[in-house]
């Protein structure tokens, strides 16, 4: 399936210094883990941390910018959709909103056409 | 969670054909859950409005754009540049959204794109059932975890009404009747005391608008 990376890429530079920024920040201290409840409910497994959240959506999205698959939008809709609800309870000490980061991969995955469906089972 | 379903869409379309550029706003919260409001049903919508505006030579055009959830500012950032330019906002989302939606572009006609109808259960895809009226007095642990205000039709709170026959409501003989199902729920847990006392009348808080900040929190906002 075919990605329109210049949409993407537009996105991405819109908000590009705030994002870039956090990106940097991120000490991959763990301390936002144990405020994200989906972390603690599924038996404190790493993937659902959200640091590795937004490390392996909107990380990899501005790692690849124009060399992003359908592939890759395929596994980062499912980290932003599946991983997270957006409850916006998740902490981070050095003050990086990780819920924007979040929004921000759901925003670039619903324009290609990924985002969660309710309707199959 | 809240339920929905989308408007008939010639309402949709008298209401918004006198505009020339609408965009219609999509809800990625409860209203995508129920299949009334998210991506996919604003994409539909879209076509077919475009298609009607085309049918009856009209130059108007529809877009459409997904938030995230229309019942937090905080994921309308980056829509005051997208709005620029419309003439009016058709919102999908449940009338919580729709409002904030208005109240954040007061300078535009907000119309909502789907009807608000209950909070309720997802029995099947696209079957969803009220279970809750919000009545903010929920008696729940007493009536066996079934509601009386939602389901019997007068919102009796100490037992049936004389209109109960063989277990059915006097409204619709095919409707069950909400105390029966309660006192047999009731007995089979041996909790009958439960409804042997008398509750207070209800207040009836739903009737005018609440506002609710958690005990945890109430100290931020104390004025």
């Known amino acids: 399936m075919k990605v329109n990376t210049s949409e993407i890429v537009a996105l991405l530079n819109a908000e590009k210094p705030k994002m870039k920024l956090w990106l940097k920040v991120c000490a991959h201290c763990s301390l936002c883990a144990e405020s994200c409840f989906l972390y603690t409910v599924k038996d404190r497994d790493p993937r659902y941390m959200p640091s590795y959240k937004v490390i392996h959506s909107i990380g990899t999205l501005y790692r690849k910018k124009r060399r992003i698959s359908h592939q890759d939008l395929e596994t980062i809709g499912d980290i932003v959709w599946n991983r997270c609800v957006l409850c916006t309870r998740c902490y981070c000490p050095f003050g990086i909103d990780i819920p924007a980061m979040i929004t921000l991969g759901r925003k670039i995955c619903r324009t290609q056409n990924i985002y969660r469906r309710y309707d199959e089972k | ?223």
């Open chain 2, 1 to 223: 969670m809240i339920k929905a379903s989308p408007k008939p869409q010639d309402e949709i379309f008298e209401a918004v054909r006198e505009y020339r550029s609408i965009l219609n706003l999509g809800c990625g919260g409860c209203v995508s859950v129920c299949l009334a409001g998210g991506q996919k049903e604003v994409q539909a919508l879209n076509r077919e409005i475009n298609h009607r505006f085309k049918l009856e030579n009209l130059s108007s055009r529809m877009d459409n754009y997904t938030v995230e959830r229309q019942c937090n500012a905080r994921y309308f950032e980056g829509l005051d540049d997208r709005v620029a330019g419309y003439d009016c906002l058709l919102s999908m989302a449940c009338g919580a959204g729709v409002q904030l939606l208005a109240e954040r572009f007061p300078e535009l006609p907000v119309f909502p794109g789907v009807n608000t109808v209950s909070i309720g259960i997802d029995r099947e895809i696209g079957v969803y059932e009220e279970k809750c009226r919000a009545c903010g007095e929920c008696v729940l642990g007493y009536t066996g975890g079934v509601c009386p205000v939602t389901r019997c039709a007068k919102s009796l709170f100490n037992g049936p009404c004389g209109g109960t026959y063989q277990g059915k409501c006097e409204v619709n003989r095919e409707t069950p009747c909400a105390w029966v199902d309660i006192y047999n729920r009731l007995k089979a847990q041996d909790r009958l005391h439960h409804i042997y006392k008398v509750r207070p009348p209800m207040l009836w808080q739903n009737q005018i608008q609440r506002t609710t900040v958690q005990p945890a929190y109430a100290h931020r906002y104390k004025k």
